[in-house]
């Protein structure tokens, strides 16, 4: 069975510090994709990135950088300079690969997310 | 701009009543999904959807069934609601093969059962 867990509950920083947000996953599939979600106070979820498995290169946009290590199973999540309107809850989820046979659709697993207030 | 909406924002319901949560998409999006979210819990599978007429029960299907009749709409059905479905319910898509865009996702129905 796949798993997700955010062991940050609740993070709190004033404006422009950097915070980093851990996602540590389990999955028994070799070939998988992970995510990144906000959702503001308005509640819908935003989609933020997508990883492949078998791309461990790290990514930056913006303020935003994610950092995937396949050999510790972690995905996390900085945010530079961290603004008042970063403040959300960040979900990371994990997916198995969509298979045209069938068996698989892509199904999201999420951790509890992380609530993140940045106060001004 | 791609939409999945869900009919209400917020619901009260009494203990014992039927209860239609709707979700409809215009993306023309095969896959269909309801999702609850509750805190320190994150957002729990309960159906999906890969067609119309399919469904497949995710991780908690107990006390809920659903419904989809024409692809761009995904019905969240309590037969009976009890307090224990208190929750956020929310409804998302995605299109076969196009993972990498992950899910469209509404913005959610506060279900609060009295």
């Known amino acids: 069975a796949q798993k997700v867990t955010q062991a940050q509950t609740e993070i709190s920083v004033v404006e422009k510090e950097d915070v980093t947000l851990d996602c540590v996953y389990e999955?028994?599939?070799?070939?998988?994709?992970l995510f990144w979600y906000k959702q503001p106070p308005s509640g819908e979820l935003v989609f933020l990135i997508r990883?492949?498995?078998?791309?461990?290169q790290n990514e930056i946009s913006g303020r935003y950088s994610w950092n995937f290590q396949k050999s510790t199973s972690s995905f996390n999540f900085t945010i530079t300079a961290s603004q008042v309107v970063d403040s959300a809850v960040y979900f990371c989820a994990l997916s198995d690969i969509e298979d045209a046979g069938g068996t698989s659709y892509g199904k999201l697993t999420f951790g509890q997310g992380t609530i993140l207030t940045v106060h001004p | 701009d791609v939409k999945v909406t869900q009919s209400s924002r917020y619901l009260v319901k009494r203990t014992g009543e039927k209860v239609f949560l709707e979700c409809v998409q215009d993306?023309?999006?095969?896959?269909m999904f309801w999702y609850r979210q509750d805190p320190g819990l994150g957002l729990r599978l309960i159906y999906f959807?890969?067609?119309?007429?399919?469904?497949e029960k995710g991780d908690i299907p107990e006390g809920y069934s659903v419904s989809r009749e024409k692809k761009e709409r995904f019905s969240l059905i309590l037969e009976s609601a009890s307090t224990n479905q208190t929750s956020m319910y929310l409804c998302?898509?995605?299109?076969?093969?196009?993972?990498?865009?992950?899910?469209?996702f509404g913005s959610g129905t506060r279900l609060t059962v009295v």
């Open positions: 998302a898509s995605s299109l076969m093969g196009q993972l990498i865009y992950g899910y469209t």
């Open positions: 959807s890969y067609d119309v007429k399919m469904k």
């Open positions: 993306m023309d999006h095969e896959n």
């Open positions: 990883r492949n498995s078998f791309d461990e």
């Open positions: 999955t028994r599939d070799t070939t998988y994709y």
